[in-house]
C-alpha cells in the first residue's frame, strides 16, 4: 500500500503563501485519488481540496476555494497544496490522504472515501 508523508508546513503572517507537498512511495501513484484535510484543536477533520486521478478533476471546500489550489505530479509522485491568502483561521495540522480507485474523473470530499492517510505537516498563521 502506497506511504505518504507530508512537508512544507511553518509558521506564517496572514496574507502570506505557504506550499505543500505530500510525497508518496511506490511505484502506483497514478492509481490513487488525493486529497487534503486539515484538523485544529478541539475540532473535527474538516475536507480541504481534492484532486483526481486524471489530474484535471478538482474539488475545494467553501472555506478556501479562491485561495487554495491541488495539483498532482505523477511522475514525482507528489501531490501539492499551494496555499495563497492564509488567514489565521487556516491554522491545522494538513494531513494528505488517498485511496486506490478505477475512476479517472473523481475527486471525493469525504474522508471515508480515502484510506491510507499521512502524519501531517503544522501549518500556523499569525495575525
Known amino acids: 500500500q502506497v506511504q505518504l508523508l507530508e512537508s512544507g508546513g511553518g509558521l506564517v503572517q496572514a496574507g502570506d503563501s505557504l506550499r505543500l507537498s505530500c510525497a508518496a512511495s511506490?511505484?502506483?501513484?497514478?492509481?490513487?485519488?488525493m486529497g487534503w484535510f486539515r484538523q485544529a484543536p478541539g475540532k473535527e477533520r474538516e475536507f480541504v481540496a481534492a484532486i483526481a486521478r486524471s489530474g484535471v478533476t478538482t474539488v475545494y471546500a467553501d472555506s478556501v476555494k479562491g485561495r487554495f489550489t491541488i495539483s498532482r505530479d505523477n511522475a514525482k509522485n507528489t501531490v501539492y497544496l499551494q496555499m495563497n491568502s492564509l488567514k489565521p483561521e487556516d491554522t491545522a495540522v494538513y494531513y494528505c490522504a488517498a485511496r486506490d480507485t478505477p475512476n479517472w474523473s473523481y475527486a471525493g470530499r469525504a474522508d471515508n472515501e480515502y484510506d491510507t492517510w499521512g502524519q501531517g505537516t503544522q501549518v500556523t498563521v499569525s495575525s
Open positions: 511506490g511505484r502506483t501513484f497514478s492509481n490513487y485519488r
